[in-house]
């Protein structure tokens, strides 16, 4: 098949493209910097003649609240347009666990209106909700700090390891529409102050960390299960201990 990965160079996308190739398909990697634009619509067209499945990763650059509401407005109108003058059989989107529940979030009021737009397309499609990603830590205590320390939320988080999402992503795409929505999350649930605390803690940063139930997580304040997902949701294989290894291996071979 021929499989066009919308955002196919970025973290997810170009672990989807690889997975995708290595079972014989043809997987083109989209996105601006190889001329396929879902804003501009430049390259659009042409990616897709003969395409039968997109798989749609693209991420708007900024969360302001405006640019992200038209950045998913202007990508999906664009896209869906090019799909359906192609022939397009079916469309895969990852959106992100609980966003209904986190509608106070600029960015996930961006990805509920990317949503709607996927189910009112026509096209068949399947909707990818994910917990947040282990390779985000480092930006969530970016987001918490202070002038003197990080201060996050308690509620639970339940992240996944990229590589995971992307094998998720890639079966989905390889698999037939539901017309739904599925979840997937990592194997384990932390508050995420202590996991930030603990990732910290293992690449040397001493910056305190404090866990307060009344912290917002990107502007939102969090209850528990917030960022959980639901008991039917297919779990990855890598816990944040194998991830870890897993990310400080790959980080001292690109250093060599």
């Known amino acids: 098949m021929k499989i066009v990965v919308i955002g196919g160079t970025g973290l997810i996308g170009s672990r989807t493209v690889a997975r995708l190739r290595q079972k014989g398909h043809e997987a083109i990697a989209a996105a601006p910097n190889t001329g396929v634009n879902t804003i501009t619509g430049e390259g659009l067209d042409a990616a897709m003649a003969g395409t039968d499945v997109v798989v749609d990763l693209a991420n708007a650059p900024n969360w302001e609240e405006h640019a992200v509401l038209d950045f998913f407005e202007t990508s999906g109108r664009n896209l869906f347009a090019a799909e359906k003058k192609a022939g397009v059989k079916y ?3 990852l959106s992100v666990v609980g966003v209904d529940r986190l509608a106070a979030i600029p960015y996930m009021r961006g990805k509920i209106l990317q949503e709607k737009l996927i ?55 390889m698999g037939s529409a539901i017309n739904g929505m599925v979840e997937i999350g990592g194997p384990d649930k932390f508050p995420l102050a202590d996991l930030v605390r603990t990732f910290l803690e293992r690449i040397g940063d001493k910056r305190e960390v404090i866990g307060d139930p009344d912290a917002p997580y990107f502007g939102a304040v969090l209850k528990t299960n917030d960022l959980v997902a639901g008991p039917d949701a297919h779990l990855g294989k890598l816990d944040f201990d194998a991830w870890f290894a897993q990310a400080q291996n790959t980080r001292h071979t690109a250093a060599a």
């Not at 390779?135 to 987001?143: K, N, P, T």
């Open 119 to 173: 189910r009112a397309s026509g096209v068949p499609y399947t909707i990818i909700h994910s917990t947040q990603f282990f390779e985000f830590l480092d930006g969530i205590a970016r987001d918490g700090s202070g002038d003197k320390a990080i201060r996050l939320s308690t509620g639970l988080i339940q992240p996944i390891a990229a590589d995971d999402v992307a094998d998720a992503v890639s079966q989905h795409a």
């Open 91 to 93: 469309h895969v989107a």
